[in-house]
């Protein structure tokens, strides 16, 4: 049995994601799945999460909020 799975993504963001996975055989549902099941089978993400300073595309005070609130330890 399989579920959909809904998210937001921006628009020029998803065209350019499809454009690449179709360049390397697959497809952007695909590349969701084989993230999903590396992610289960390492019990961590399969890259290691990080922000260039000029990357535009993250967000580090949102990132950083969502690590904190994931994280049980003290500290913060």
Not at 24 to 29: D, E, H, K, L
Not at 32 to 59: C, G, H, I, T, Y
């Amino acid at each position: 049995m399989t579920e959909t799975f809904r998210c937001r993504v921006d628009r020029k963001l998803l065209a350019e994601a499809t454009r690449v996975a179709e360049q390397i055989g697959t497809s952007p549902g695909e590349i969701v799945r084989m993230l999903f099941m590396q992610l289960v089978k390492r019990r961590q993400l399969p890259f290691a999460p990080s922000a260039n300073q000029a990357d535009e595309l993250v967000d580090v005070q949102r990132r950083n909020r969502i690590w904190r609130e994931l994280d049980d330890a003290e500290g913060w």
